[in-house]
């Protein structure tokens, strides 16, 4: 079956570090990748979407990478911020079909910027 | 500014008992989701829609129906609620898009409705 693997355990950065998240799946063949972040008791909120054909993406101080021949992508926050401290989930189809499927997301990794 | 709603914030029910939790999208989306979201299990999928009257189960629709009579609206069922149902329930939404379908567009989420069942 289908599956994504986000780190479990909580990440402590400094702040003015870059944070670097991980998210590895297997039994997919996905061709596109999504990031988002979630604050407690709130919904998630999109970040960045990233194509197959595109190894990298970028958006202020956000960077996502995606490798497919290692099925996995880092998502960067550099210069990280005391306000960056969330949980950050990648998500992907549903179904391997494509087309008009759920987000499937991976657990998430809680990220704690120490000022 | 794009918006979806969820009806409710906090909700208490009683086992058994029939619960309706409704959300209202004002983006004119084809995609509507329902997912739960429970501490450890991360958030898992429902059900989505891809039209009016469409539906289709996603991971875990035992004990759940939807209801889409209208575009902008996406109702969850609990047809008898039990306690192993108390969750946060987030209803999202997104643009249909012709190549890549539902990972080419950004999903919007409702501020989500905790569910409580006693």
């Known amino acids: 079956s289908q599956k994504i693997e986000q780190n479990s355990e909580a990440l402590n950065i400094q702040e003015g570090k870059t944070a670097t998240l991980t998210c590895n799946y297997t039994?997919?063949?996905?061709?596109?990748l999504q990031w988002y972040r979630q604050d407690p008791g709130r919904g998630p909120v999109f970040l960045l979407l990233i194509r197959e054909n595109e190894k990298e993406k970028r958006k202020e101080r956000l960077k996502v990478t995606f490798d497919t021949t290692l099925k996995q992508s880092l998502f960067h926050i550099t210069a990280s911020q005391p306000a960056d401290s969330a949980t950050y989930l990648c998500a992907l189809d549903a179904y391997s079909g494509g087309g008009a499927d759920g987000l499937t997301f991976g657990k998430g990794t809680h990220l704690i910027i120490q000022p | 500014d794009v918006k979806v709603t969820q009806s409710s914030r906090y909700l208490v029910k009683r086992t058994g008992e029939k619960v309706f939790l409704e959300c209202v999208q004002d983006m004119d989306h084809e995609n509507m989701f329902w997912y739960r979201q429970d501490p450890g299990l991360g958030l898992r999928l429902i059900y989505f829609?891809?039209?009016?009257?469409?539906?289709e189960k996603g991971d875990i629709p035992e004990g759940y129906s939807v209801s889409r009579e209208k575009k902008e609206r996406f109702s969850l069922i609990l047809e008898s609620a039990s306690t192993n149902q108390t969750s946060m329930y987030l209803c999202a939404s997104s643009l249909y898009a012709p190549v890549g379908g539902t990972m080419n567009t950004e999903a919007f989420f409702g501020q989500g409705t905790r569910l409580t069942v006693v």
């Open positions: 039994n997919y063949s996905p061709a596109y």
């Open positions: 829609s891809y039209d009016v009257k469409m539906k």
